[in-house]
């Protein structure tokens, strides 16, 4: 009798390390995203408030997964609040919408800075030759599961959801780009018979990309693009959901390609630009 006593208390010690933290994410699943974070969802976020109903609630279950699962710490004296986190949170959760994906399961830690801040950098010169320094940036993700923000940029990408650049947008797909092995701008796509039609779409926009930089042409796309293919990945996610319009118009296969992934259609919930004027138009004199 002891023995069968022992063999289920082994049985229990084993099972309920494995069981108790999807007993507690399954609780915080079933409670509704606080009135107080839905009231900052509708105020600072403008795509929350054109989403259609469903997916705004499959953005506050990602959102309460994400903030259960995540740890906020604030840099250089910076205090996270609620509101930052939610809003954070938010913004990396639009990447998962209708997607049957785990919320970032390599990421644990979001550092919050207040303004840019200075990471090391070596620059490799001539012959090879290494040098230790520094850069400043707006955000970071890196391989060891953490994700690096400034605030204020946080703050410039909410403000203006139609300029291409959000730099949690940008780092978060980042994020997603190294859940395939390594951070390449090929993200997992679930079917292998997927990765030819993605590899040739976007390689051919990197590269044409790449050619307008050189040449200083404007592009609907940040020309920080050009830098990489994973660069590319998040500047092209960036610009999807903040000038979808623009993207689908220029650049359709990729819109195509990224409709596919993301599963959503970001017109939907922004307006239209309005239509640019001919370089020969002249406005109608006013006397």
């Known amino acids: ?156 990408g909410m403000t203006d959801w139609s300029d291409g650049h959000n730099v949690v947008l940008h780092e978060f797909a980042h994020q997603l780009d190294s859940e395939s092995g390594r951070a390449n701008g090929a993200p997992y796509l679930g079917n292998p018979a997927s990765y030819r039609e993605w590899a040739e779409v976007l390689t051919r926009d990197y590269d044409n990309l790449r050619l307008h930089a050189l040449y200083r042409q404007d592009t609907v796309m940040d020309p920080y693009g050009a830098t990489s293919p994973a660069e590319f990945f998040a500047v092209a996610t960036e610009t999807f959901f903040e000038k979808p319009y623009q993207m689908a118009e220029h650049h359709g296969e990729l819109y195509a390609e990224l409709s596919k992934y993301y599963r959503v259609d970001p017109r939907q919930w922004t307006s239209a630009p309005p239509p640019v004027m001919p370089a020969s138009y002249a406005a109608p004199a006013y006397w």
């Not at 993700?141 to 946080?154: C, N, T, Y």
């Open 1 to 156: 009798m002891d023995a069968l006593l022992w063999i289920a208390l082994t049985a229990l010690l084993i099972a309920l390390p494995l069981y108790y933290p999807r007993w507690r994410l399954r609780r915080v699943l079933a409670q509704p995203l606080p009135a107080a974070a839905q009231a900052t969802l509708e105020r600072y976020l403008p795509v929350y408030r054109r989403m259609p109903a469903e997916l705004q609630q499959q953005l506050q279950r990602l959102i309460r997964q994400f903030l259960h699962e995540k740890k906020f710490i604030g840099c250089e004296g910076l205090e996270v609040t609620d509101d930052m986190a939610v809003l954070i949170a938010a913004q990396a959760c639009l990447l998962l919408l209708n997607r049957p994906s785990k919320v970032y399961p390599a990421l644990h830690t979001i550092l919050l800075y207040p303004t840019e801040f200075v990471a090391p950098r070596a620059h490799v010169g001539p012959g090879g030759v290494v040098t230790p320094g520094h850069q400043s940036m707006l955000g970071e993700s890196w391989d060891d599961g953490r994700v690096v923000l400034a605030w204020d940029a946080v703050l410039r």
